[in-house]
């Protein structure tokens, strides 16, 4: 459940990563502001489901501007890769507190879905919420039409292609600006939907960009950089260790997946489904 | 030295400014406490290229070490601090070890990621740390120090003490720049690879970095329990990378004063902004944004770039004939007993399906020149990069002077006396032309030495003079070797490698891309040099070939498809079939 968030949100970090080189900061800052337009939308039109549309929409259409605005231009300038990890880090110090200029600071709270409140069985010991169900069915919908749209799409050939290489996919005459554009765009839109689904689990609030970003570095370190499977498995297992360890010994939860982390560096330094030399620069 | 002195007497005058105002000295304090961190940040980061996001680690786990020896058992001022600069030193190995397996902006993210098991474990151990709470009730002020001062309740005092510790600092930090360690690291910074073909092993190099950096962060975190007498949650809280990150490049990188402008100009922002303006964090963020757009070198790194006027470069026609190559290279040295310096047997490489190099047999004998010949795609680049070390290979042997070498690193493959040019102009372009020489030439002397002048390593100097003299280069020293011509960088080239003082030399295509009056004069040179350095030279003009060559080895699909002098070579059937295409 914590995982299916986890594999939403790193899935965008690890395709923008691999297609252009940038470790992209800003990545928890989308995930926060889809929380807060979805927020907005369920406040003025009182609607969750509206909610899963416009955020992703919003925050899509910020991440062109990002894009366009403000990577553009540092490609092809000198240590481009390092610049961008430099600006989107800029810009996910100042965009928390432009949130907490408009919003305040305390946090807002996001209501379940009336659809979707109580509880739909038991298993066991334990109520199985219906809206945990929910999200677990829409990452189980929404996984396999975002791998059908990598790998059997002429976008996604291009992504894949340009991950590569890059020079190549430019030089066959395809516009690689625009895919890049797509593609940022792409992994914002997806951040925000995580963070509106995620919403009624926890209040709304301008943090929880930061500590989202740093759990998908893990994931995507575990489960080695630009593979999809990779980011599924790693998002599944460091979801699952955090849940685990929350529920027999709360303190150990946050050090646990630090360790894994570690464990993955020293054994498999590419990551369990990395392959060879890639991303590795 | 002018940037020490101004240093020194900004650092004498600068409480005069603050009117001696408590509150002011503090903040000038801390200013400077920042600005160590931020120097020794830069020293990864600007000197050896590495961008660290796990400073927080190095800072944090001094600050607490200092904090915890002297709250819980008292220790001496001192000592406590050299324990607290050592923690971080200890912290920024182990932490580099680890990700010193990856590069770049995916080394910077595990250095994140890593860091904050500090940041959890400081949080967990509640007893010692405090926890959230920080650590208090330091008894700072009623321990006495070994060397017999006191830190006094006066903030006038306390500056001009940390003051002097940075001053120092600063010193050390300068020193170990200049030293043969501090200009390997350059070098790494700005050529990984060419660096390891020089013979530098470019991640322990790296890690000396980490150390170096490590050793003073930890001693700015010690200073900064100190001088606040406190030890918040916060200094080991990953965010102290970030705001790290940020003062050093306010400032801007590769400079010993922008640090301390770049951690002003933070705190400034800091506590002025705040006082007017509740959310001043949209200020910093959007002014480094602005900095990383349209300063990349930062504000000291602008104002100096502006305003030093580089003297102009004497025009120097380059001679006509490159001068005869005698002492350039040292003296012969014992192949093995048959004579042969070096031998493939079997060497493959696959690269997935591909088979790039299928089972070739070589050997090279002492003194000998060889070409290597064959049409693209035969395979002639991988089986140099398998020589070198720079690829593993997927299956045979490599001996050199009768030992193995076989799956050596680059690094180790450079010390034993094997030394190559690309085909692909490949130098240290943001060094100049004599540092270019003489970083290869330090290779045979020392790399990790952190102390003593770089430029005062006498046989070095002689050797770098020497290479430059001979290739024509020696008017062109103080140029950048990015502003060089095509040709002469193509003579820089071979000088990297020949400084190096090899036995043997694998030149790729040293005419690539030259004039014919180019050609010419290298030819002849690659000629005259063979006198005293065996050479295998891969080149594509059949007229240098067939006029330097004693023999020459024809590689077709990755095998080798014939071998013989070149007048054997000529007549070869096969050769005229597959290469000569006639």
Same mark, same amino acid.
């Given at each position: ?59 899509? #259409? ?26 989107? *880090? ?10 907490? $200029? ?73 516009? /690689? ?42 994931? @995507?370190?575990? %489960? ?14 460091? %979801? ?42 | 030295?002018?940037?020490?002195? +101004?240093?020194?007497? /900004? ?5 005069? *400014?603050?009117?001696?105002?408590? &509150?002011?000295?503090? +903040? ?53 601090? #050299? ?25 910077? $993210? ?7 098991? &500090? ?6 151990? @509640? ?117 790290? #990150? ?25 506590? &002025? ?76 490489? @696959? ?12 050997? /090279? ?82 790399? *990790? ?42 003579? +820089? ?25 180019? @050609? ?36 077709? *699909? ?25």
């Amino acid at each position: 459940m914590n995982g299916c968030i986890l594999i939403l949100v790193a899935l965008g970090l690890s395709i923008v990563f691999g297609l252009m080189g940038i470790i992209n900061f800003a990545h928890g800052i989308f995930y926060m502001l889809g929380a807060y337009a979805g927020w907005l939308t369920v406040q003025v039109t009182g609607s969750f489901w509206l909610a899963l549309l416009t955020a992703p929409a919003a925050v899509g #259409l910020l991440g062109i501007l990002v894009e366009r605005g403000v990577l553009q231009r540092i490609y092809g300038t000198k240590n481009a890769t390092f610049a961008g990890v430099l600006v989107t *880090y800029g810009l996910a110090i100042m965009i928390p507190d432009l949130v907490r $200029m408009t919003f305040g600071r305390p946090g807002k709270p996001f209501a379940v879905p009336a659809a979707l409140t109580g509880s739909l069985f038991r298993l066991g010991e334990i109520d199985v919420h219906a809206y945990r169900v929910f999200i677990l069915g829409v990452t189980a919908v929404l996984l396999p039409l975002l791998w059908l749209l990598l790998n059997r799409t002429n976008l996604g050939l291009v992504i894949r292609a340009g991950t590569s290489d890059n020079l190549m996919v430019q030089l066959l005459g395809i516009n /690689v600006a625009q895919t890049w554009t797509i593609t940022y765009a792409l992994g914002a839109a997806l951040a925000a939907f995580a963070g509106v689904i995620t919403a009624p689990l926890v209040a709304v609030a301008p943090e929880m960009g930061g500590l989202v970003l740093i759990e998908c570095f893990i994931v @995507t370190v575990v %489960g080695g950089m630009g593979t999809f499977l990779g980011v599924v498995a790693g998002g599944l297992l460091i %979801g699952e260790a955090l849940a685990l360890t929350g529920m027999l010994y709360d303190v150990l939860a946050d050090v646990v997946i630090y360790l894994a982390m570690a464990l993955v560096l020293l054994v498999r330094p590419r990551g369990l489904f990395g392959q060879e030399g890639m991303s590795e620069e | 030295m002018k940037g020490l002195i +101004l240093a020194a007497l /900004v650092l004498a005058t600068a409480p005069l *400014y603050a009117d001696y105002t408590p &509150f002011y000295l503090g +903040l000038l304090t801390e200013v400077l406490v920042f600005g160590l961190f931020a120097l020794a940040y830069d020293v990864l980061l600007g000197h050896a290229g590495v961008l660290s996001l796990g400073h927080s680690a190095f800072v944090g786990v001094a600050a607490y070490t200092t904090g915890i020896l002297l709250a819980r058992y008292q220790l001496a001022l001192e000592p406590a601090i #050299l324990a607290g600069a050592v923690g971080g030193l200890l912290t920024s190995l182990l932490l580099g070890v680890l990700v010193l397996r990856k590069r770049g902006v995916y080394l910077a $993210m595990l250095t994140l990621a890593l860091s904050q098991v &500090f940041y959890y474990a400081v949080l967990m151990w @509640t007893t010692v740390t405090g926890g959230t709470d920080g650590l208090g009730n330091l008894p700072i002020l009623h321990l006495s120090a070994p060397l017999g001062w006191r830190l006094s309740k006066r903030p006038i005092t306390r500056y001009y003490v940390v003051a002097t510790v940075i001053f120092l600092a600063m010193l050390a930090i300068r020193h170990v720049l200049g030293s043969p360690l501090g200009r390997a690291m350059r070098a790494v910074k700005g050529n990984e690879t060419r660096a390891a073909a020089c013979g530098y092993d470019t991640r322990r190099i790296k890690l000396a970095a980490f150390a170096i950096s490590g050793f003073f962060s930890g001693l700015a975190g010690a200073l900064l329990t100190v001088v606040l007498e406190f030890v918040p949650i916060e200094n080991i809280h990953w965010q102290m990378s970030g705001t790290v #990150l940020i003062m050093t490049l306010f400032g801007g990188t590769s400079t010993l004063l922008g640090p301390f402008v770049g951690a002003g100009m933070f705190i400034w922002m800091r506590d &002025f902004l705040s006082k007017h303006l509740e959310y001043w964090e949209v200020f910093v963020g959007g002014a480094f944004v602005l900095i990383v757009l349209f300063l990349p070198d930062g504000i000291v790194g602008t104002l100096t770039r502006v305003l030093a006027r580089r003297p102009p470069e004497p025009a120097g026609a380059p001679a006509d004939q490159l001068p005869e190559p005698a002492g350039l290279v040292g003296a012969a040295r014992p192949a093995s007993p048959d004579g042969r310096l070096l031998e493939s047997r079997g060497l493959r490489k @696959t690269f997935g399906g591909l088979t790039a190099v299928n089972g070739v047999d070589f050997q /090279v004998r002492m003194g000998e020149l060889r070409s290597v010949i064959g049409p693209n795609g035969a395979g002639k680049t991988t089986f140099f990069n398998l020589l070198t070390g720079v690829l593993p290979p997927s299956g045979g042997r490599i001996l050199f002077k009768g030992h193995d070498i076989t799956g050596l690193p680059a690094h180790a493959v450079s010390r034993l006396g094997i030394a190559r040019s690309y085909q692909v102009t490949n130098i240290f372009g943001d060094l100049t032309v004599y540092e270019n020489v003489r970083i290869a030439a330090q290779s045979r002397v020392t790399h *990790y030495r952190f102390w003593g002048r770089a430029d005062a390593l006498a046989l070095v100097n002689q050797r770098a003079e020497e290479i430059l003299h001979h290739l024509g280069l020696a008017v062109q020293r103080h140029a950048l070797a990015r502003e060089l011509s095509h040709g002469e960088q193509r003579y +820089l080239e071979i000088g990297i490698a020949l400084a190096t003082d090899p036995d043997f030399l694998l030149l790729d295509e040293p005419t690539a891309g030259m004039s014919p009056d180019e @050609t010419r004069r290298t030819a002849a040179f690659v000629r005259r040099l063979a006198g005293h350095v065996t050479i295998v030279v891969v080149e594509h003009d059949m007229e240098v070939v067939m006029g330097i060559s004693d023999r020459i080895t024809v590689l077709n *699909y990755g095998e080798v498809l014939a071998e013989g002098t070149p007048a054997e070579i000529r007549e070869n059937a096969d050769v005229r079939r597959v290469y000569l295409r006639d």
